[in-house]
T-cell receptor, first 112, second 116 residues
Framework: AQSVTQLGSHVSVSEGALVLLRCNYS??????LFWYVQYPNQGLQLLLK??????LVKGINGFEAEFKKSETSFHLTKPSAHMSDAAEYFC??????????FGSGTRLLVRP | NAGVTQTPKFRILKIGQSMTLQCTQD?????MYWYRQDPGMGLKLIYY???????DKGEVPNGYNVSRSTTEDFPLRLELAAPSQTSVYFC???????????????FGDGTRLSIL
C-alpha cells in the first residue's frame, strides 16, 4: 500500500530564505505525487503534481518539487520565502483505487 | 464559479445527536470524497464515490454514512455523534481518478464540527 511521510511537523524560515519541505513516499507502482497547500480556515489547493515526464515540476507561487525515484522523495522548495507562504503543506500520493493518501502535513512559519 | 460548497461551516452537537453535512459541486465531477482532518494527522478518507449511485468506504468509515443520488450532491451523515468525531470535515471532487490526471481534487472550505 502507498504511504507518505513528511519530515517535520513545523518548519520556520526567515522571509527571503530558502524553503525546503520534505516528503518521502512508499509505492509499489510508479507514483503520482502531489503537493497541496492549506491556508487558515480554508480547504486544500493544489500546488503542483508529478505524474510522468520531467522530474522537476513547477507549481504556483514560485514553488517547485523534484521527483527522485532512487531516494523515494518529492521535496518541495522555493528559493525565497514570502510572508504569504505561511500555511500548512501536504504531500500526497495517488492510490490506484481512486484515492489520495496524504501525509500528516508541515506547517510553514515565515519570520519577518 | 462556486466549485465545492459545504454547509454548515460550523456546528456543535451533543453526544448521540445526528446530523448531515452537505456537499455540492457545480463542476459535473464524477468523483467525490469526504475527509476528516485532525491536528497533526493529515487527512483521512471517510467515504468516496465514483459516480451517482456508487459509494465505497475509505480509511475511517465507522460512524458515518453517505449517499450519492445525483452527480452534484454527496452528503455525509453522522447517526450517533461521539466525541471522537470532533474534527474538521472536507469534501472534495475530481473529474478523474483521484486527481491523477490533468484535473486535481477540488476542496470545499470545510465544516468544523464539535461533539460535546
Amino acid at each position: 500500500a502507498q504511504s507518505v511521510t513528511q519530515l517535520g511537523s513545523h518548519v520556520s524560515v526567515s522571509e527571503g530564505a530558502l524553503v525546503l519541505l520534505r516528503c518521502n513516499y512508499s509505492s509499489s507502482v510508479p507514483p503520482y505525487l502531489f503537493w497541496y497547500v492549506q491556508y487558515p480556515n480554508q480547504g486544500l489547493q493544489l500546488l503542483l503534481k508529478y505524474t510522468t515526464g520531467a522530474t522537476l515540476v513547477k507549481g504556483i507561487n514560485g514553488f517547485e518539487a523534484e521527483f527522485k525515484k532512487s531516494e523515494t522523495s518529492f521535496h518541495l522548495t522555493k528559493p525565497s520565502a514570502h510572508m504569504s507562504d505561511a500555511a500548512e503543506y501536504f504531500c500526497a500520493v495517488w492510490d490506484s483505487s481512486y484515492k489520495l493518501i496524504f501525509g500528516s502535513g508541515t506547517r510553514l512559519l515565515v519570520r519577518p | 464559479n462556486a466549485g465545492v460548497t459545504q454547509t454548515p461551516k460550523f456546528r456543535i452537537l451533543k453526544i448521540g445527536q445526528s446530523m448531515t453535512l452537505q456537499c455540492t459541486q457545480d463542476m459535473n465531477h464524477n468523483y467525490m470524497y469526504w475527509y476528516r482532518q485532525d491536528p497533526g494527522m493529515g487527512l483521512k478518507l471517510i467515504y468516496y464515490s465514483v459516480g451517482a449511485g456508487i459509494t465505497d468506504k475509505g480509511e475511517v468509515p465507522n460512524g458515518y454514512n453517505v449517499s450519492r443520488s445525483t452527480t452534484e450532491d454527496f452528503p455525509l451523515r453522522l447517526e450517533l455523534a461521539a466525541p471522537s468525531q470532533t474534527s474538521v470535515y472536507f469534501c472534495a471532487s475530481s473529474g478523474d481518478r483521484g486527481g491523477s490526471g490533468n484535473q486535481p481534487q477540488h476542496f470545499g472550505d470545510g465544516t468544523r464540527l464539535s461533539i460535546l
